[in-house]
């Protein structure tokens, strides 16, 4: 396995963090040692992640941590009533895989951190190499100190199965680029836009979620809506699958919102990355305003509400 000559034939040119990441990373490829690659964002993580996935030999299986974990509630939720309900449900899902990459982990739920932590528990009896891209240390997950300790047997679990290797690099790659290279970059923010007149419902994983309105792909809603109610992360990715054009208007100072407010907005912008598609925000205040105050865990947020093309 030659780590280095694969991310070599890409055309991109390393930088020092990168390139001693690359080492590291080879190096625990041959010992067939879990990785846990973090750092903030930008610095090429998910680039050195897939590029050691790549060269590691089949079975193998490479999945979002948000997208498998909807799927992972949902056949749980299944066979509730079954005993060993998690680990067949992660039979199913990781199947015969030697190797499990799973891209942005990141827990700031309670309940999911419970259940990555039988998630680990199943893997690590399966005997599973596993590859996370993170923008925490180990440490770091779960920040919320009302209930990180509750998470501690899974960090150590993390700890366990997988080496932490952290690139931080002195660049944001992010910020070099000039023509947008995905729908999601062609977004804006605005200060205002047109409407739709009549507003809708929508049926979201058997909950009624409103609207502004649709047209097609596109739909619009409040801020409020989406993000002040008790939405999930399970909805976002079904909505993002029904429409790749969105418009959130009403997007108020962060820092003055509650702390569930704001990470679902966080769990908006994530999914809607990752399912390239396009968002429009409409706030009376700049970016740098939106996200302005103590606001836990925006850093990665602000870096991607960064990349869309802003207009008054």
Same mark, same amino acid.
């Given at each position: 396995m030659d780590l280095r000559a694969h991310v070599s034939s890409s055309g991109y040119v390393l930088d020092d963090a990168q390139l001693d990441a690359v080492a590291r990373l080879e190096e625990l490829a041959a010992r067939r040692r879990g990785v846990y690659l973090h750092g903030p964002v930008g610095r090429g993580k998910s680039f050195l992640a897939d590029a050691l996935f790549d060269v590691l030999p089949e079975p193998k299986k490479r999945v979002h941590f948000h997208a498998f974990f909807q799927e992972l509630h949902r056949l749980i939720s299944a066979r509730l009533r079954q005993r060993g309900a998690v680990a067949k449900a992660v039979k199913e899902l990781v199947g015969r895989a030697e190797v499990l990459a799973f891209d942005e982990l990141h827990v700031h739920d309670v309940g999911d951190a419970m259940l990555l932590t039988r998630l680990l528990e199943e893997l690590q009896d399966r005997a599973v190499m596993i590859i996370a891209t993170s923008n925490f240390p180990p440490d770091g997950l779960?920040?919320?100190?009302?209930?990180?300790?509750?998470? +501690?047997? =899974?960090?150590?679990l993390v700890k366990k199965l997988m080496d932490p290797v952290e690139l931080n690099g002195a660049q944001d790659y992010?910020? +070099?680029? =000039?023509?947008?290279r995905s729908r999601f970059e062609t977004g804006r923010i605005v200060t205002r836009t047109d409407l739709p007149r009549t507003p809708v419902t929508l049926d979201v994983n058997g909950r009624a979620i409103t609207a502004l309105g649709t047209e097609g792909t596109t739909v619009w809603f409040g801020f409020g809506d989406l993000c002040e109610r008790p939405t999930s992360t399970q909805d976002y990715l079904v909505l993002a699958r029904r429409f790749d054009d969105w418009v959130i208007t009403g997007v108020p100072r962060l820092g003055t919102c509650h702390r569930e407010t704001r990470q679902r907005f966080a769990n908006v912008v994530d999914v809607l990355v990752d399912a390239d598609v396009r968002l429009t925000l409409v706030s009376d205040h700049p970016l740098s305003d939106v996200l302005d105050g103590e606001v836990r865990d925006l850093v990665r947020t602000a870096s991607r509400l960064e990349l869309i093309n802003t207009t008054g």
């Open positions: 779960l920040p919320d100190p009302l209930y990180h300790d509750h998470f +501690l047997p =899974g960090i150590a992010r910020h +070099l680029h =000039g023509a947008p």
